[in-house]
Every structure is written in C-alpha cells, then in structure tokens.
C-alpha cells in the first residue's frame, strides 16, 4: 500500500517591487497605506501582475482612487487572487440576495439607508460597543472569498468604517491557500480616514483577518460603499504551518 504525501504551496515573498511607492504602517501589526499611489495606473502598467501580486501579501489603504470605477474594482479583486494563487475558473463571489436587491452579482453594494429599510432601524442604531460582529465575509462557503474591496464613494465626517483583527497573531496552524502565516490585512479606517476622504479604497483578505463595522454613523452625513470579493480555494490545514510570531523570528535571523 503506497501514501501519498500531501504538499502545500509555499508562502508567498515581497519582492521588494513597492519599495519605489512611498507608504507607512497604520498600526504595528496590521495594515498599510500607500497615500500617493494610483491603483488605476498600477493595474494597467506593464508591470502590472508584479506589483499585484506583492499587493496582495501586503493589503492595503488607498485614499482618492477616482480614476478606479467598479469594473477596474472587480478586475482589481480577480486578479490579486490570480496572482496569489487561487484556481483557475474562481472568479468573483455573488451575494446570495442580490436577486432581491437587483444589484450587480459581483457588486455588493453598502447603502445605510437600505439597511435600515431591510433590517428595521431598532436592529441598525448607532451603539458603542459591537464585539459579537466582528466577522469574516461568506467564510460559510466550500471555497470561501480571498481578496475583499471596498471602495467608498460617500464618507461621513467621522469617516469610520469598520475595526478589524488578525487572526495570525492568534492561530497556529491554520492556513489557506497560499496564505503565508506572515500575512495580515485589515479594513481599519479608524486611523487612516480620521480626515475624510472620497473614494477611499481598503483591501484585505478574508481568509485571515476579521472585521467589525462601526455602526455609529447614522444621523451624521452619508456614507456608500461598494464591495467586491474574490473566490478562494477550498480551505486546508497545514499542520506545519508557524504562526505569525514564528514566521517573523525566523525571517528575521
């Protein structure tokens, strides 16, 4: 009777292709910003999948992205999930309600007042304290999204979104795809968009971060987001994996 071994891909490495772009860290473990950066630009340079694929090892803010519409936004999701990685013919999730909704499949659309409308405002009132939301997006699926981006076009002037957590500052083992135990990603916009900014753009991946949208905003000005998520593989446990801490120690010797 012969075994067969399994393998796993190996983590993904920087290749150093972003250091050109200027950029800082939002918080020392989870999250950068690229202030002067034109995602439009990037997705259409001849260097294209190079930049991307160091993108989606390091998840991102980008603030003013105008030139970015919804369909770069979807070719954007796609192919940092392409260049991660994640099987061919996986393209983009579909929200399950978007028949009731009649939006776009691959675009979900984050409108307040239509929350309101579905929900009931006794379910949607601002509170302080939202500990029990705090979730990853479609992570019910066989394969579940990657590569989530959001995209705001309307910002109240508290300009908050959501809080987020990496779960590779936690978990050991588990890993997904070619997630390296390294890689964090948020949707925090509670540092970076203390100052308003239009079409401000988070990217993060739902394999290892979880979010918490602030709901604390009614009554204080508009706010409209448009989503897009990737599909990733079906998820796996690498029972060799290191976590986080380890992966950085090791790195850094």
Known sequence: MHSTKVTYPEPMQLSGILD????????PCIGTEFPKANLAEWLHSPNA??????LAITIVFFRAQTDLDGELQKELTHRLGVQSGKPAGHRL???PLHLIRK???EMGVLDPGRQQKLHGVENTQKRQRAVLE???DGSYEVCPPDFTMLRMTEIPPTARSSLSSATTTTSKSASAGTTPAMLVSTTSKSKPCLTP???SIAIWDNRCVLHCPTQDHYGLGGR???RTMGI???PYLDPNSPSRQEALAAAAK
Do not use: I, N
């Open 20 to 27: 050109q772009y200027e950029s800082f860290q939002v918080t």
């Open 49 to 54: 999948d190079a930049l991307l694929r160091d």
């Open 93 to 95: 999730s579909k929200h």
């Open 103 to 105: 939006d776009d499949p």
């Open 134 to 136: 705090y979730h990853s």
């Open 197 to 199: 900014c239009l079409t």
């Open 224 to 226: 409209m987001g448009y």
């Open 232 to 234: 990733a593989e079906k």
